[in-house]
């Protein structure tokens, strides 16, 4: 008997604007049994500094999720022709507790792991990487990572606190959890505290690639040395929405002008098409400074390219 693959629900069985504001309109599931890969929120504020918001984030993401079709006509990708794919819905973080709320979501991408599907998660600030990275680590082992953002995010305290949505790379390097060797950062760029801000991760080894090095060029050379530097080994891709430029996607807390495009985006994303990738995540969307909705579209259909570059994604 063959297999039978969840469909995002079809606009011409619904309008967009009607019915539940699931994932690309797919079903929702509540576990990871006979799933290759799902989407998941993280609806996390507690880590953000200045601008909070991006608890809302998961369920804009979503709203604007539905004007995106199944098919990708530029890669040619039909991921739900050849993988089982649901939204899992959103992990219940503790409101009132950082910490606590990190464990959680550390125990429920953990269990999707352990399922042997492979989480696509919408956030939430990016203080989810360290738990997400944590999660992935016990399941798949030391991790390349593929981080695009505006900011390292590799602070060592934040006012006194070593978690925050600035620190999870720094500790994720200190917990073992990725391959400094096997690890780089897009886009970095701005103003910042002192030259370590940007140099820590170099004395680790990490690749960095300061968004000034990306200006005026395309992408696609950059990631087939990314490709070449991940080689064979699992990966984690983790792309804060502010890499992009506020023209471009202005709904974010920290946003920083000369920033990625979207084209140079999906030539990131699609970049990654050939990795072992283990999980993913696009973080730090605010709806509240996001009127326009466009910053969370973004952020759907970037995670739509996301799972279009999962291993065993038919091609046709």
């Not at 780089?184 to 505290?193: C, E, P, T």
């Not at 202005?250 to 140079?264: R, V, W």
Request: charged letters at 20%; glycine letters at 12%.
């Amino acid at each position: 008997m063959s297999r039978r693959f969840n469909q995002p629900l079809s606009g011409n069985e619904m309008p967009r604007f009607g019915g539940i504001a699931s994932m690309m309109r797919l079903p929702v599931a509540t576990g990871p049994a006979g799933l290759d890969a799902a989407f998941i929120g993280v609806p996390l504020d507690q880590g953000t500094s200045n601008r909070g918001g991006t608890r809302f984030g998961p369920r804009q993401i979503r709203t604007e999720s539905v004007l995106i079709r199944p098919y990708n006509m530029a890669t040619r990708a039909a991921p739900f022709d050849s993988l089982q794919v649901a939204d899992l819905g959103d992990i219940a973080i503790n409101p009132y507790s950082l910490e606590k709320s990190v464990g959680l979501i550390e125990t429920g991408l953990a269990a999707v792991h352990q399922g042997g599907c492979i989480p696509l998660v919408l956030g939430g600030d990016h203080t989810l990487a360290l738990p997400a990275l944590r999660a992935a680590r016990a399941t798949h082992g030391r991790l390349g990572l593929v981080h695009v953002d505006a900011h390292a995010d590799v602070n060592d305290t934040m006012f006194g606190e070593r978690i925050a949505h600035g620190t999870p790379f720094r500790r994720a390097v200190e917990e073992g959890l990725i391959d400094p060797a096997r690890s780089v950062q897009i886009g970095l760029r701005g103003s910042g505290y002192a030259a370590e801000d940007f140099d820590w991760p170099v004395q680790q080894g990490f690749r960095v690639v300061p968004a000034e090095e990306c200006w005026h060029r395309s992408l696609a050379p950059l990631m087939e040395q990314v490709r070449a530097l991940m080689g064979a080994g699992p990966v984690y891709l983790s792309f804060d929405i502010d890499s992009l430029d506020p023209g471009f996607a202005p709904g974010t807390g920290t946003p920083e002008i000369g920033g990625l495009t979207t084209i140079q985006a999906l030539e990131i994303v699609r970049g990654c098409a050939g990795l072992a990738l283990v999980g993913a995540d696009l973080v730090e969307v605010s709806p509240p400074y996001d009127p326009s909705g466009n910053t969370a579209l973004i952020g759907a259909q970037l995670l739509f390219e996301m799972l279009c570059v999962l291993p065993g994604v038919l091609v046709r």
